[in-house]
T-cell receptor, first 111, second 114 residues
Framework: GQQLNQSPQSMFIQEGEDVSMNCTSSSIFNTWLWYKQDPGEGPVLLIALYKAGELTSNGRLTAQFGITRKDSFLNISASIPSDVGIYFCAGQKAAGNKLTFGGGTRVLVKP | DTGVSQDPRHKITKRGQNVTFRCDPISEHNRLYWYRQTLGQGPEFLTYFQNEAQLEKSRLLSDRFSAERPKGSFSTLEIQRTEQGDSAMYLC????????????FGQGTRLTVV
């Protein structure tokens, strides 16, 4: 079963808001990756993190590799409608090995 | 387009039939991975190859499942005697082993067993 816990499981956004989500593990991972998946499509890589404490940005996205190597965080600033989708964190014990995924954070638009 | 390509995108099959899926990785990538994803869940690892060698198989990969990567390029995943529980999205990904090891995914094959 999955070893990564993502929080929150779902969230509503309003255009322009900042969004935060996190991923925690009971074991250490040496690489953390964040993916976004749209319905019926494969996951698309957003950010990869290789060092504990690393803070990396990709446009409006910022992700951090936790100091303990057991967690990671993703922030989306100034959200826009196309940010809707499911965000997955994934950890690797060693670079290039299999990924262990979280259960996803579903981002929805506020009605 | 030089991304990961999967074929077919959708497959509907009757229970008990065999199915085969194909994955073409990014051309210079030597690692190729198969994952399975059910509705509302994250992808779960099935197996991976480095070149033509199958390096790891998950316990999820029952003896009805077999994967090959005969020439270290494309890969096939075969499911024999399909069961309704095999219905899922089957995802393929590829990566380098150096210097960057990020895995890039294909669009997946959606299998429905009726």
């Amino acid at each position: 079963g999955q070893q990564l816990n993502q929080s929150p499981q779902s969230m509503f956004i309003q255009e322009g808001e900042d969004v935060s989500m996190n991923c925690t593990s009971s074991s250490i991972f040496n690489t953390w990756l964040w993916y976004k998946q749209d319905p019926g499509e494969g996951p698309v890589l957003l950010i990869a993190l290789y060092k504990a404490g690393e803070l990396t940005s990709n446009g409006r996205l910022t992700a951090q590799f936790g100091i303990t190597r057991k967690d990671s965080f993703l922030n989306i600033s100034a959200s826009i409608p196309s940010d809707v989708g499911i965000y997955f964190c994934a950890g690797q014990k060693a670079a290039g090995n299999k990924l262990t995924f979280g259960g996803g954070t579903r981002v929805l638009v506020k009605p | 387009d030089t991304g990961v390509s999967q074929d077919p995108r959708h497959k509907i099959t009757k229970r008990g039939q065999n199915v085969t899926f194909r994955c073409d990785p990014i051309s210079e990538h030597n690692r190729l991975y198969w994952y399975r994803q059910t509705l509302g869940q994250g992808p779960e690892f099935l197996t991976y190859f480095q070149n033509e060698a199958q390096l790891e198989k998950s316990r999820l990969l029952s003896d009805r499942f077999s994967a090959e990567r005969p020439k270290g390029s494309f890969s096939t995943l075969e499911i024999q005697r399909t069961e309704q529980g095999d219905s899922a999205m089957y995802l393929c990904a590829s990566s380098l082993t150096f210097p960057n090891t990020e895995a890039f995914f294909g669009q997946g094959t959606r299998l429905t067993v009726v």
